[in-house]
């Protein structure tokens, strides 16, 4: 068994928060599967404080910019310490929504049409017929995320704002309407599919993913089996199409309103899924028969470099 871990977490996205609490929960359920942990509160020093910590394994709890998107990757590939997640480039294109979306479409993967838009433009008229979805292109955690009902007259006005921190290139999605379903894969296997249900949130935001009671996780989805079927092979499709190692979670809108052969879209795929308490792909993986512990301590098996 591999003795070190240094466990990654914090840094300064906007996702901190998250983070911080992703490795709390990873360093003390690593330490109770009997590895010697040391916990990074990563900064711009982090180079230095892992060759000074020479850690066997580095276990990646980041999450946003720096994070998940190929930056702390190439970092552990110059020290040549194995990591968790995926590698540089697979990183750096699920970060980005777009080129992520473009991937999976060629890879057969259904997804929802979309336009690549100046926020300011977005704001000033509406880029397409509502209902709509504005999204940042390269964020996590629902972040900038802002959702245009049909009957809403004006386009947001927050994408005016020099309040508005996500960039100023939005993608502006068409808005599928449904059931908000995930699926993990772990290593090359999908696991269970997930529904996602939120009491008094428009849709699976922050609070929603974050808050205690927030959402709730269907595990199996109540969905028949050639849907569930579907979802699978498409998260698994993605996951290889963009390059993924080790566990991705991605994202659906499975909308059933004419029947069971409703439409599927995939959303998006996420590199670095949270292990928050609350966190989807802990609670996935204890229905495939994983606890939380064996979890971690596969990931940890798993790491490696040039990912």
Not at 17 to 42: I, N, Q, T, W, Y
Not at 167 to 185: H, I, K, Q, S
Not at 200 to 220: C, N, T
Request: aromatic share 8%; with cysteine.
């Amino acid at each position: 068994m591999t003795s070190h871990v240094a466990v990654l977490f914090g840094g300064f996205s906007s996702e901190r928060p998250v983070s911080l609490s992703s490795g709390k929960a990873c360093a003390e359920a690593l330490e109770a599967e009997g590895f010697r942990v040391s916990r990074v509160d990563v900064g711009r020093d982090v180079a230095a404080v892992l060759k000074d910590l020479a850690p066997d394994v580095a276990f990646n709890a980041l999450h946003g910019p720096f994070g998940e998107d190929g930056t702390i990757q190439g970092i552990l590939e110059f020290l040549q310490i194995p990591y968790t997640h995926s590698g540089v480039l697979a990183s750096a294109l699920a970060m980005n929504k777009v080129k992520a979306k473009t991937i999976a479409k060629a890879a057969g993967v259904p997804v929802a049409d979309h336009k690549i838009l100046d926020r300011r433009a977005v704001a000033k008229a509406h880029a397409m017929a509502p209902p709509y979805v504005v999204k940042p292109i390269a964020e996590g955690s629902s972040f900038g995320v802002l959702i245009v009902r049909a009957d809403q007259e004006h386009p947001p006005q927050q994408l005016h704002g020099a309040e508005w921190a996500f960039g100023d290139e939005v993608m502006v999605e068409r808005f599928v309407p449904g059931r908000e379903l995930t699926c993990a894969v772990m290593g090359d296997v999908a696991l269970p599919v997930c529904e996602i249900t939120t009491e008094g949130h428009a849709f699976y935001d922050y609070d929603s993913k974050y808050l205690p009671g927030g959402s709730q996780h269907v595990i199996p989805a109540e969905i028949l089996p050639a849907v569930a079927r579907r979802v699978q092979e498409a998260a698994l499709a993605a996951h290889r199409a963009v390059g993924c190692r080790g566990v991705s979670r991605s994202d659906f809108r499975y909308d059933d309103r004419f029947g069971d052969k409703g439409e599927l879209v995939w959303l998006e795929i996420n590199t670095q899924p949270g292990m928050t308490p609350t966190s989807l792909v802990p609670d996935i993986a204890r229905k495939a028969g994983h606890s939380f512990g064996e979890l971690l301590s596969w990931m940890v098996r798993d790491a490696s470099c040039a990912r």
